[in-house]
Each structure stands twice: as C-alpha cells, then as structure tokens.
C-alpha cells in the first residue's frame, strides 16, 4: 500500500473529489469491515457499520489529518467511534442504509455463506470473553490485536497518547489471558501475544 | 465450546457487495452534496416520533432580534440553553408528545429520560406506549445493550449484541413495534426508544438555530401568566414551527410543527417540555441512569430471545402517530 497515493486521494477528498474517496474505500473497506466484525460479530451488521463509517469519515474528512499519511487509522478511530456510539450512528444514517439495495438471497451469490455462519458462531463465542473487558481496553487490544495497528498508530486512531495506548494494552492483555483462564481458553491469549510482539516491538 | 477461541480468518464483502457498497458511498456523498440545506430539516414528524425521543426537533428558524443590536440575540440564549458541552451533569426530561395525525386522530403520551451528559452517554426511559394510555414502559442503555424492565416479572431483559438477518429490513416498522431477526434477536425498537439522542437532537437544534439564512420572528410574550420567548418560522418543507422558551432561563417550553394536510385539516405535532433540568452527577444520580439502579433485587435475563419476547410483550404493536409533519419537498441532512 502505497501511503503517499492516501494522502493525494484524501487531499483530493478534501477539494469534494468523491471519486478520490471511493479509491480509499476500495481501498480499506476489507480491513474496517472485519474489525467491525470482529467486534460485533456479525457479517450484516459490519457490513452496514462499515458504509456508516465512510460516511462518517466523509463528513467528517476536514478535521482530520492523515497519520503516517495513511487513511486506515483515522477509519478504525472511526469506526471505533461508531461502534461506541452505534444507534445514534444508525439513526443518523437510516435514511442512507434504507437506500442501500439489499443484496440478492442466493447461496450462488454467496458460497461461502456456511463459512460466514461458522465465523460468526466463533467470533460471538470469542467476545463472550472480550466483552468483559473494560470498553477502553478492548478498543485498544483490537486495534493493535486484531488489527495489528502499532502503538502509533493506535494512539493516532483513537486520539490517546502513546503511553496511555501501551498501558490500556498491557493492562487489557493481561486481563484476557486472567478471563481466558477462568474460562480454560488460553489459546486467543497466546496466539495474539505472540502476534503483538511481531507488530509491537 | 471450542478449545480454540482463535479469531476467524478475514474476509471481504461477499460477492459484488464492495461495488455495490461504493457505488452507495459515492452516491451517497453527491446527494448530500446536491442537497446541502442552510437550515437542517426538522426532526419532528409523526415517522421520526415513531423511533423515539431523538427526534426533539426544535427547528427554530428566527433571526430576527427585535431587542437591538450588541450582546446575544434571542436566539443565541434559547441556542445555548439546549446546547450540551460534555459536562459531568445528568440531562433530565420530561415531555407530553401530543400528536394529531393527516386523519385528525389525536394521540398523546409521555416520556421522562435521564441522560449522562458525558461519554458513553448512558440513559433510562420510562414511557407510555402511543397508543396504550396508562401504559409504562421502562428501558436503558448499558454499554452496547439494550436493557428492559418487566415489572410483573422483575426481570432486567438486555438485548445483547443485535443480530439482524440480512434478509430483514434493520428499521423499526412504522407502528413502532418491535421485529424480531431470524435468529429471534430485536431488530428496531419500539416508538418510545431510549433517550440516546437528546443530546444530540438538541445538539442539531443549536445547530440549526445558529446556521445562517434563516428567516423567522421572535418576540417576548405571556403565556398563561409566564414570561416566554416566542419563535416563529417555517421548515424546509413549509410545516410552520413554533417554538417557546422561558424569558428567564430560556429553557424550552413547548414545540410545535404544523401543516396543512388540506383545507380545513392540519397535521400537528407539540412536544411539551414539563420537565426540563440538570442534575449533578452524584451516586444517587446516576443511578437514575441505570434499570439495576432503579430496581436492585430484578433478575437480570441476557438472553437475547428474551429480551425481544420481552419488548414485544411490553410494546406490542401499538399505533404510533403517523402526522406527516414535512412534506416530500424536506431533505435528507
């Protein structure tokens, strides 16, 4: 990815250039999708949060300044703003979303609808345990978790100093790998640790 | 339950479903570029009553300071009065909502909410259901839930995390009765939903009585004994508004928007603010915000199929006003 073009295509954005925004959609739609996803745990639902957040970050674009000139983590802020203030976010957009044509039921337009279903069964089992932990820490842990952000960058997205971001971090790991315990599941602790030290070093 | 809570691999919208979601985005944006109003559309109208107290639509649209110039208007007082700046205060409100529809059917209810007026802006209602005089139905937010009081079982429903079918439609139906998904979770909420949005339905009203281009008359009168600033004006789609605040603190009174549906016959909607006060953020306070700190021996339920036979048990489907309070001609903000 080229962080340069998401500068140009935000500047142009800037000017009204609408198709320059639609180039960042296409862009990181697939990573504000499956956050979203994976902290709400449903395919639909992300789907309709993910146009929310665009939207969102449409009008909202004037306010902004790119981080290490990439869109992805002022969309993530976003989206974890929409997620935090979701209904008032889906009222606000209803009009838009009825708008939206609703996609075709065909399981030819979706082959791997049994695969969304198993997926959707997991993750709702994975945020039984992630719920539980205080809303600022699993902003954070999913962020650089889930995403892979780095503490920049998190720190960039949900506009939190660094410090705050590695502290939320370590506290909001530690307490999983405790509810992970409890629970006899220390597997998503382990793995996300060990993939936190490859993205956080 | 699995051993393994890995996380599912990604993957991106199925089918042609990211075209689609972009030619929606883009399409999106040209229309709020096309349409871009001076003045937001009011948000009061019989549909938008239907999902609930966010749609405190005090469109004011006078400018005109009959005082003189220096110093606020008018205007800027009521403004700043129903402005909410993060603050660690409890916003609370009472309001009738009496509504008379394009048939001349008359409805009225009422609705009390309370409102943390900071992040994440945790609220409680307690409503009449349109329809169902002496009817009481008592909800809150609670994080990303949706909570819900049954007295006759004294039982806490929370609404979880909502799984809407994607072959079901996501907006609440037009009489304000709960839908359930295919997986038995609440979809939409009932007429009366929670108080999420006063903060920031008033916050629109600032916004619109602050934008500019709007014409309207403003003036002090009496009203049965009480000191009020009167505003007057039309919306977007030519409803007239009228809008009351107390001379002394400029604190909302009353609303109201009113069309003519034909001669003879208008369409009208009053808000009524009974109620209309802040509160410190105290423990004893707060827990007006929350249905376990109203009811603390009720059984909590996290089921979500609970709580949707729950809501429609306690809504049911009553009739919600349907007065078309704009007319085709009003915007999209």
């Known amino acids: 990815m080229s962080d340069v073009r998401d500068q140009e295509l935000w500047n142009k954005s800037l000017q009204g250039d609408a198709d320059a925004f639609g180039e960042i959609f296409e862009r990181h739609a697939r990573s504000v999708y499956n956050y979203l996803f994976r902290r709400c745990g449903d395919w639909a639902t992300a789907e309709d949060l993910t ?7 449409w ?44 996609a075709a039921e065909s399981l030819e337009n979706e082959p791997d609808l049994l695969e969304r279903l198993a997926a959707e069964d997991q993750m709702r089992r994975v945020l039984k345990v992630f719920s539980q932990l205080p809303r600022r820490e699993q902003d954070v ?46 597997t998503l602790a382990d793995e996300n640790e060990r993939e936190g030290q490859e993205v956080i070093s | ?68 110039p220096g110093g606020p208007t008018l205007v800027e007082k009521a403004a700043a009065a129903l402005a909410l700046p993060d603050a660690n205060q409890i916003l609370h409100l009472k ?59 004294n039982t806490i429903y929370s609404g979880g995390l909502q799984s809407p079918s994607p072959n079901q439609e996501q907006q609440p139906t037009s009489n304000g009765s709960a839908q359930t998904g295919a997986n038995g979770t609440a979809q939409g909420t009932a007429a009366f939903l929670l108080p999420m949005g006063y903060k920031t339905a008033l916050q629109q009203i600032v916004d619109a009585l602050l934008g500019p281009g709007k014409s309207g008359v403003e003036q002090e009168v009496t009203v049965n004994g009480r000191a009020v600033v009167r505003f007057t004006g039309k919306d977007p789609g030519g409803a007239n508004l009228l809008y009351l605040a107390d001379a002394s603190t400029y604190n909302p009174i009353e609303f109201q928007s009113v069309e003519t549906v034909k001669p003879g016959l208008n369409a009208s909607t009053t808000i009524d603010f009974l109620t209309y006060e802040k509160l410190p953020a105290t423990a004893a306070n707060l827990a007006l915000l929350s249905l376990a700190g109203q009811h603390p021996g009720a059984t909590v339920d996290n ?17 919600a006003p349907s007065a078309h309070i704009r007319t085709s001609k009003s915007r999209t903000p």
């Open chain 2, 95 to 153: 309001i009738r909502i009496s509504v008379v529809d394009s048939n001349g059917t008359s409805t009225s209810y009422e609705e009390e909410g309370w409102q943390l007026l900071s992040t994440p802006y945790p609220s409680r209602t307690i409503g009449e259901v349109p329809g169902k005089s002496g009817s009481r139905v008592e909800m809150a937010t609670a994080g990303p839930s949706l909570e819900l009081y049954d007295p006759a079982k």
């Open chain 2, 1 to 68: 339950m699995s051993d393994n809570l890995s996380l599912p691999e990604e993957r991106g919208l199925p089918g042609s479903r990211l075209t689609e979601r972009k030619e929606h985005l883009l399409s999106e944006i040209s229309r709020r570029q096309e349409h871009r109003p001076l003045v937001r559309r009011p948000l009061v109208r019989g549909a938008a009553l239907a999902v609930g107290l966010a749609v405190v639509a005090l469109v004011v649209l006078s400018v005109v300071n009959v005082f003189g």
């Open chain 2, 303 to 319: 089921d979500p199929q609970h709580f949707a036979e729950a809501l429609t048990t306690l809504v049911g489907s009553a009739p």
């Open chain 1, 141 to 186: 842990v999913s962020l650089c978790l889930y995403v892979g952000l780095s503490y920049e960058e998190a720190a960039a997205a949900l506009d939190l100093p660094v410090g705050t971001v590695r502290s939320r971090l370590s506290r909001g790991r530690q307490r999983l790998r405790e509810l992970l315990s409890a629970e006899g599941h220390n």
């Open chain 1, 59 to 102: 009008r909202k674009r004037g306010k902004v300044n790119l981080s290490h000139g990439s869109a992805l983590p002022f969309l993530l802020g976003m989206a974890t703003n929409v997620l935090r203030n979701r209904r008032r976010s889906e009222r606000r957009y209803q009009s838009a979303l009825r708008r939206m044509p609703l």
């Open chain 1, 51 to 57: 146009s929310i957040v665009f939207l969102e970050a």
